[in-house]
């Protein structure tokens, strides 16, 4: 199995330019989630797909960030244009949605973003 | 001035002791929680998980145990070894939705 897949791992950009960070998740998955982790604020939900659909972006801290989730494979977390404060590291989580139950989100191994 | 960030709470044991992490969560509607483990530079690793209709859990050498009443669920890891060094989340959820809500993480530390 390979679990959660995301690329690139690091990534450094200048203000002002666009970044996309790229979600594999694990196959058979319904459920994607993106999250972002600084020493600030910890762990925080950005954005949420369910069958490809986006279902709650209220974490999404404002206009310059977008999500897309164009098939049950792939999902982008873009950022136009990218501030230093967007500086973290961005986590793809996937689970499966089986009858009413919740399941367990697998984490992949994140992207450290920085922004000078 | 200095960022002011989170600040973990810590926990330091010696290999071969148990260790137990503690993690009060806020919604009493919360049915289903889980911990993570996350070492460093890497994303956070399912542990185990437990539903709000069992008050205790047990994996292989963790034990997570539930109290409703007072809101607490507690990670305990037996004979505790270096490997297990990292920081620990709990996270609940309310069922049926996808939303997790994570805790600020204890940092465990363990002395050879």
């Known amino acids: 199995d390979a679990g959660v897949i995301q690329s690139p791992r690091h990534e450094v950009t200048e203000m002002g330019q666009e970044v996309t960070l790229r979600c594999k998740p694990i196959?058979?998955?319904?459920?994607l989630f993106w999250y972002r982790q600084t020493m600030m604020r910890g762990l925080e939900l950005l954005i949420y797909?369910?069958?490809?659909?986006?279902?709650?972006d209220s974490g999404m801290p404002e206009d310059r960030f977008s999500a897309k989730m164009p098939n049950a494979s792939f999902s982008t977390l873009k950022i136009q244009p990218s501030e230093p404060r967007d500086s973290a590291v961005y986590f793809c989580?996937?689970?499966?949605?089986?009858?009413?139950?919740?399941?367990?989100?697998?984490f992949g191994p994140g992207t450290r973003l920085t922004v000078l | 001035g200095e960022s002011v960030g989170l600040h973990l709470p810590t926990l330091s044991v010696q290999e071969g002791d148990n260790s137990i992490i503690n993690c009060a969560y806020s919604n009493s509607a919360s049915d289903y929680f889980i911990w993570y483990k996350q070492e460093s530079g890497k994303g956070p690793q399912f542990i185990i998980d437990?539903?709000?209709?069992?008050d205790k859990r047990q994996g292989q050498r963790v034990t997570v145990l539930l109290n409703k009443t007072v809101k607490h669920l507690s990670l305990q890891i037996a004979a505790t070894q270096p490997g297990d060094s990292a920081v620990y989340f709990c996270a609940e959820n309310i069922t049926p939705g996808n939303q997790f809500y994570f805790g600020t993480g204890t940092s465990l530390t363990v002395i050879p």
């Open positions: 797909f369910n069958n490809n659909v986006p279902i709650d």
């Open positions: 989580a996937s689970s499966t949605r089986t009858g009413g139950d919740t399941d367990t989100q697998y």
């Open positions: 437990i539903r709000s209709n069992m």
């Open positions: 196959s058979g998955h319904n459920s």
